[in-house]
C-alpha cells in the first residue's frame, strides 16, 4: 500500500527516517519499473547545521523543504550526483530525510544498465548511485510522493530494533556539534549500505 501523506507530515523527522527502513521506494518511467527496499537513511532539520534550511534559511535549492511534508526534494551534490529526499512535517518546517541506500528488488537489469555497472551491490549502495539506477534526477523535485512516477509502499515488513543500526551522519563535519547527531539509520549487514 502506498504511504499516504500523513505518514510525511509527523513532526520527528528522526523517527520517520527510521521508520523508512524497510518500505519499498519505486520508480516508473516509460512503462519500467524499477524498486528496492529502503535499508539506510539520514534526518535533516532546520534546527540542526547539516541541514540545507538550517535557521530557516530559504534559496531556490531548499524551497521545496518548506512544503508540506510528501513532497520529493532532490539536489545535486558536487555538481554530479542527485541526491533524492523526502520532505518531511508541516509547511514551512523544513525538514527531509535523505535516502542513503536501498536493497535492489525489481528492474535490476534495468538499474545495472543505468549504472553502468555489473556488479549489484554497488548499483544503489549510496544516494547518488540510487538516484541513477532508479532514474531519478532534478527535474522530480517537488513532485508528490503521492502520484505516480515515483513513490514508496509498505510491504507490511515489522523491522526488529535490534536490526537497526543508529549512528551520526556521513559526510557533515562542517555542521560542528550537530554533526554528532544520532540521526543515520541502517539495516544491519545489509549488504548494500553505503560507505563513509
Not at 4 to 23: E, H, N, T, W
Not at 44 to 50: H, I, L, P, Q
Not at 173 to 180: I, Q, V
Request: glycine share 8%; aromatic share 10%.
Amino acid at each position: 500500500m502506498k504511504l499516504k501523506k500523513s505518514f510525511y507530515q509527523r513532526p520527528c523527522v528522526d523517527q520517520i527516517a527510521k521508520d523508512l527502513l524497510g518500505k519499498v521506494l519505486i520508480s516508473r518511467f516509460n512503462n519500467s519499473l524499477t524498486s528496492g527496499i529502503i535499508v539506510e537513511t539520514e534526518a535533516y532539520s532546520f534546527k540542526e547545521k547539516g541541514c540545507h534550511a538550517y535557521n530557516n534559511l530559504r534559496t531556490a535549492r531548499t524551497e521545496t523543504m518548506f512544503g508540506d511534508g510528501g513532497k520529493i526534494y532532490v539536489y545535486l551534490c558536487y555538481g554530479i550526483h542527485n541526491m533524492f529526499n523526502i520532505v518531511t512535517n508541516k509547511k514551512e518546517k523544513a525538514e527531509a530525510v535523505l535516502v542513503r541506500a536501498i536493497e535492489p528488488i525489481e528492474g535490476t537489469d534495468l538499474m545495472i544498465a543505468r549504472a553502468s555497472t555489473r556488479n549489484s551491490h554497488r548499483i544503489t549502495s549510496g544516494p547518488g548511485k540510487l538516484t541513477k539506477a532508479l532514474g531519478i534526477d532534478r527535474t522530480m523535485d517537488g513532485q508528490l510522493l503521492t502520484g505516480y512516477d515515483v513513490w514508496i509502499e509498505d510491504p507490511g515488513t515489522k523491522i526488529a530494533f535490534s536490526r537497526i543500526v543508529v549512528t551520526k551522519r556521513i559526510g557533515i563535519d562542517y555542521a560542528g556539534e550537530d554533526a554528532l547527531l544520532p540521526w543515520r539509520f541502517y539495516l544491519k549487514d545489509n549488504p548494500w549500505i553505503s560507505r563513509p
